[in-house]
């Protein structure tokens, strides 16, 4: 997870970590979740849910290396407010991205 604020980016390795860094990650304006955070993790669209129900107020972008079909993509397709990105992502993509907030 990569949570961007206006000055910073703060760097989330792990679903627990996003809980534990609560405040700096709902101080960014962008946060760029994995839909897939790996086996027996939560999903990113878990962290996507915890976020909302935090009200987190930035853009929230997934990046998935996964075929459409997969159900966490899919899912993640019908989530509101969000944009679902194919790995590898261009570079100018992920500036455009940054650079806007």
Do not use: M
Request: a negative charge.
């Amino acid at each position: 997870l990569d949570l961007i604020g206006a000055t910073a980016i703060v760097s989330i390795r792990s679903y627990a970590e996003l809980i534990d860094g609560a405040a700096a990650a709902l101080a960014c304006e962008l946060a760029i979740l994995d839909v897939n955070l790996g086996p027996g993790s939560p999903s990113g669209v878990e962290a996507y849910k915890w976020l909302q129900r935090q009200n987190f107020q930035g853009e929230i972008v997934f990046l998935t290396g996964h075929a459409h079909s997969h159900p966490l993509v899919r899912e993640a397709r019908t989530l509101p407010h969000v944009r679902v990105l194919e790995k590898p992502v261009d570079g100018r993509t992920l500036e455009s991205l940054v650079g806007g907030q």
